[in-house]
């Protein structure tokens, strides 16, 4: 059964306790607030006392585990005790251990015909229509970048418009956002790295929250604008024009000439307004970051539920972040449309796999520092509770890192767990709003795509009430349900997509998220 579903009858039974059973057969529980060392508590096994301090958040043991056996939370195996664990001790880094996931996969086992509502009974939102049939949800000017060599002067640019009055008069478009990077030089053309950069740069360009975009090389550079625009189908014109530095006779010349470009773009953006549109023209990123011991309880499986309810009145859910959802792939698996779906996304489990060896590395190198001082232990927990983002509707498709989302339903996207590499990949792809869920505290952005940030825990909402724009904390607490949180995400995404700003938005945030994944030599 799914850990979601399970969490949901668990939680109203045990309201009252001071420990959360996400499932019969674990043997931890999960601190609903910190517990004092000799604190005695009745569960479903019957009385525990506390051997230890236990933080919010953190596992506490409800049963024995001897030494090699696994550990059970969300009634899935999340790991190894290295030592005999007693009854009341406290369940973490120094005696649970992280081991081979060896679930079993079932291809399409759960597949059925995504549960559309009828036409006339699915919502919509006030959308941007632009010339290609997508529909947009913010209205910036975009500037691309090929290479580093070229960010100062597409932030100069920028800088212009968004500081130095060249928006004044133009009231409905959001800004003029700089695409800058690290990379576009000394990179293997033939390589994963360069591959993904150019998808990255195309798909931005046709991301519908733009309504023009000034691509800008230096000029001799490995990553040229031309084949991108040729190999990606992108045409010049009004919506689209490209220049380089070295063409146009240095920093000062470029900055002029584009300057003049961009306000020869501005009247036709400013002129386009927004209209109702069915959520068809919505794609949605799903992301969680800074993630604590309650990810999986509350915001998770919330914006798990507001999932379901984007897919149902017929748009679109973008799952991602691969490493994030090893060990838990078995519940995706069973969900794929099609057997081919299920083996796509077991193909890219096994890519990481091999990245990460031959790189020295380990899938297990995340939780970060923060996960582990919120509770999370090894990242089949962390994973366990991530893919309760992805609600419950089938798995339509699986994409490679930028590749441009052409299914609507819930899909996935092969990315990092880096969360601005992974949000990157979902906006190139297509995603025009971005929901964040968090335990620890993130105070991203994502021009173009708004970003809603969703609280764990009360006690994070309200220390950064400044950054969080939803609470799921009173889940934990037992006053709120995972349904009621879950349609109040849905209606905020609908919200935001419709012009309604996002805290993050407020403070201007997102000019510094935009991080192409590199893979690869530079030489």
Known sequence: MHAIIILESTMKAEAISPVILLNPTDNV????????????????????????DVPSGHKIALRAVAPGEPVLKYGQVIGVATVA?????????????????????????DARTTPLLPEDQRRSFQGYVRPDGQVGTRNFIGIVTSVNCSATVARAIAD??????????????????????????????RSE???YLQRVLAGYARNPNFAGILFIGLGCETNQIDPIVAKFGLEEGPHLRTMTIQNLGGTRKTVEIACDIIREMLPQANAVQRSAQPLAGLKVALQCGGSDGYSGISANPALGHAADLIVQHGGTAVLSETPEIYGAEHLLTRRAATPEVAQKLMDRIAWWREYTQRNGAELN??????????????????????????????????????????????????????????????VAGG????????????????????????????????????DMDIN??????????????????FEKI???????????EDYGFGDNEFVPWQIGAVT
Do not use: W
């Open 365 to 426: 190198n995340n939780p970060s520092h923060g996960n582990k001082l919120g509770g999370l232990t090894t990242i089949l927990e962390k994973s366990l509770g991530a893919v309760a983002k992805g609600g419950s509707m089938p798995l339509e498709a699986v994409y490679e890192y930028a590749e441009i989302i052409d299914k609507t339903g819930f899909v996935f996207m092969d990315t990092p767990g880096y969360d601005p590499v992974a949000v990157t990949g979902q």
């Open 431 to 466: 995603c025009n709003v971005i929901v964040f869920t968090t335990g620890r505290g993130s105070v991203s952005g994502f021009k173009p795509a708004p970003c809603i940030k969703v609280a764990t825990n009360s006690q994070m909402y309200e220390h950064m009430s400044d």
């Open 160 to 189: 212009h418009f968004n500081r130095g009055g060249g928006l004044d008069g133009y009231a409905n478009v959001d800004g003029v956002v700089a695409l800058t990077h690290g990379t576009g030089c000394a990179i293997n053309m």
């Open 193 to 195: 790295g360069y591959l």
């Open 494 to 504: 609908l919200a935001v997509a419709s012009g309604e700003h996002t805290l993050s």
């Open 29 to 52: 529980g999960v601190a609903r607030k910190a517990i004092a060392k000799g604190t005695d508590m009745t569960t479903d096994g019957g009385m525990v006392t506390a051997r230890a």
């Open 85 to 109: 664990i007693a009854p009341g001790d406290h369940v973490h880094l120094h005696n649970l251990a992280m081991q081979e996931s060896h679930v079993t996969h079932h291809f399409a086992q």
């Open 472 to 489: 799921c904390g009173d889940i934990v607490q037992g006053t709120d349900t995972i349904e009621a949180a879950g349609k109040r995400i």
